[in-house]
Structures are given as C-alpha cells and as structure tokens.
C-alpha cells in the first residue's frame, strides 16, 4: 500500500461511524477534515484539495485510468482497507467518495462474471453489488470499535413520475440498493447549502440509521450550521 501525506482514542461510544451525502459543493470533504488526527482517506474521487497540506491526513489515491484494473485495484482497496483498520496510528479512516467507488465495485463484479469491464451490468451483476454492501456497509464499518469512519457520497435526487414523490438519497447504480444504503449506518447525515449568497451549509443529522430525506422535508434529529467535528460532538453529546 502507497500512501501518500498530505502533511487519546475515545471510547467506541462516542465513534461516529457516518455516511455523509450531499449535492456538490456542499463542503462534505472539508466536514470529513476536520475529524480527529491521524487520518486515512481512501480517495475514490481525486479532489482532495482542500485536505491537501493538512498535517495528520494520509491517503491513498484508487482511480483505475483502464477499466480493465478495476479488479485489481478493487482488491487493493479492501487490502488497505483492513491493514488501516488494524493499524493504531489512525483515528479516522475515511471513504471519499462512495459514488465513485460505487463504479468501481460494479466494474469489478462485472469483471468476476467473466464479462469486459465496460460490459452493461446485469440484474445478477447488481445482486452481486447489492450483497457486498450490506455487508461491508453494514456490518464491516458498523464493527469498527477503535476509529471513526466517514463515507462520502454525492446526492441523487428524484420524482417519481407516477406518484409525485420527492426523494433524496445516496448517488448510487442499482435501484433496489440505493434506497437501502442510509439504513445500513448507524449514523446518517445530509449537507445541504441554505439557499444564500453566504456560502453556508447545514448538516442535517440522524443517529438511527433511516434515510433523512424522503421528501422536500428534511427529516432527521437536528441539524447544524457550518459544522465541524466539534460542532456535531458537541450537539449529540448534549442530546445524551
């Protein structure tokens, strides 16, 4: 594993264990920073810049040029992926973001039906997707007892055209998945900017593992004006 700089644990009570989604430009990646040193960000999407120079953050890049390394790039993901979580240097270990990992996993359980990597995935292909999620989302990152962990995802937004429906959720191939992926956390958070010229953004939280938004209406426990880690320790820890 290459990684590369760019520059007392608390009890597992207190570890957020987090997807955090939001629309673009929505200062996911700058919240992510701000979680305890030392951190480990696998790099899915390649725009770490405002984490760069950052003294206590390391990554380690996964942007296969051909997709025909999906494969093998996949699997060195989940290497490094259980090699950090063994390790005690770090505090935070970090997905960033599940949206372009999300293209990644599906080339690579493409690849291992034997079909190309830009092969159209099949219902089988997404099953396959499906089943890795809800364990390694689900139960593998939910387990981890001695780091936080943030996963990062872009927002998908939708109206169903037969009933009207408002939906926000996780940016993700497979329909059935989707929906289901905020319920595989125990924590789920959604940024949101305030609709002003300010350029603030609020995080709108909630610990019980449901989707906050299915609807216009932001659903959840609370919310947080430009937040931080303090911010949000700070806010869950008062609602006690």
């Not at 960000?41 to 025909?68: E, M, N, Q």
């Not at 939708?158 to 125990?186: E, R, Y």
């Not at 430009?226 to 008062?238: G, S």
Request: charged share 25%; proline share 4%; with cysteine.
């Amino acid at each position: 594993m290459e990684i590369e700089s760019t520059a007392d644990q608390k009890k597992e009570d207190t570890l957020i264990r987090v997807l955090l989604y939001g629309d673009a430009g929505t200062k996911k990646t700058t919240l992510m920073g701000t979680f305890p040193k030392p951190m480990w960000v696998a790099d899915f999407d390649g725009k770490l810049d405002r984490l760069y120079g950052v003294d206590g953050i390391d990554y380690t890049s996964y942007s296969p040029t051909d997709p025909a390394q999906s494969r093998t790039m996949f699997m060195q993901f989940l290497q490094d992926w259980a090699e950090v979580q063994s390790m005690d240097k770090y505090k935070t270990m970090c997905m960033d973001g599940i949206t372009a990992f999300d293209i990644l996993c599906v080339r690579y359980v493409v690849l291992m039906a034997g079909k190309k990597a830009d092969a159209v995935a099949t219902l089988p292909d997404y099953g396959a997707q499906a089943s890795f999620y809800n364990y390694f989302f689900k139960y593998s990152i939910n387990s981890i007892t001695n780091k936080n962990v943030v996963i990062t995802a872009h927002e998908f937004y939708n109206v169903d055209k037969d009933t009207g429906t408002h939906s926000i959720c996780p940016l993700i191939t497979g329909k059935k998945i989707q929906p289901k992926l905020p319920g595989m956390f125990k924590e789920t958070w959604r940024m949101v900017k305030k609709g002003d010229s300010t350029g603030n953004v609020t995080l709108h939280y909630e610990k019980e593992g449901k989707a906050i938004a299915s609807s216009l209406l932001m659903h959840g426990k609370g919310s947080i004006e430009n937040p931080t880690y303090e911010k949000v320790m700070k806010e869950i820890n008062n609602e006690g």
